[in-house]
């Protein structure tokens, strides 16, 4: 069975920190795709990442990182400087590659990321 | 390009009674998910549509359903509403390239 875990309910930090969320996921498959979404308070969810499983380099977009490690099963977002605009619920999932499967996303419960001025 | 539109964007029912939400894709988009976000179960998915028809269905019981249109427009339809079908319930479009765009969402309040 397929399950991410996300074991940071809430973190909170001051403009400018860097700050890391974790993702732990599990899945039999030898392949599937990783997945980092936004949540503002609007309530839609932007997409951020996809990764595809037998990539495993890391990808920086502007104060964005990740960090893919399959040995571990790990999918870790990093911001670099935080901002007030990042306040949001973030979160990781993971989806088959098999076609006709890959919009059918198991989400992680979420991180909750409060950056204060 | 315009996103992905969900109507209404509030919606207060009674138990019992049934509902339906509209999902307009982005232009072009062939495939719509659904997914239902509560606080206690978080986010699950639905079911997907591609063409016309239905392609995956998640956990969920028969009174959710839903429907794609030949414009690629998808409704959805709780019957028999219950307390615990309150919900964001949040549709997502995709071109076939592993990246979905959602909506903003219909927030559904039973009493």
């Known amino acids: ?117 | 390009k315009a996103g992905v539109t969900q109507t209404p964007r509030y919606l207060i029912k009674t138990r019992g009674q049934q509902v339906t939400l509209s999902c307009s894709p982005i232009s072009g988009h062939r495939s719509v998910s659904w997914y239902q976000q509560t606080p206690g179960q978080g986010l699950q998915f639905l079911f997907e549509y591609f063409s016309e028809t239905q392609r995956n269905k998640g956990n969920f019981p028969g009174r959710f359903s839903g429907r794609q249109f030949s414009n690629s427009r998808s409704e959805m339809n709780v019957s028999t509403l219950e307390l615990g079908d309150s919900a964001l319930y949040l549709c997502a479009s995709s071109s076939g390239r592993q990246e979905l765009f959602f909506g903003s969402g219909t927030q559904l309040s039973v009493l």
């Open chain 1, 1 to 117: 069975a397929q399950k991410v875990t996300q074991a940071q309910t809430e973190i909170s930090v001051v403009e400018k920190e860097d700050v890391t969320l974790d993702c732990v996921y599990e899945t039999r498959d030898t392949t599937y795709y990783l997945f980092w979404y936004k949540q503002p308070p609007s309530g839609e969810l932007v997409f951020l990442i996809r990764r595809n499983s037998f990539d495993e380099q890391n990808e920086i977009s502007g104060r964005y990182s990740w960090n893919f490690q399959k040995s571990t099963s790990s999918f870790n977002f990093t911001i670099t400087a935080s901002q007030v605009v990042d306040s949001a619920v973030y979160f990781c999932a993971l989806s088959e590659a098999k076609l006709g499967n890959t919009d059918k996303l198991i989400f992680g419960t979420g991180t909750r990321l409060q950056v204060f001025p």
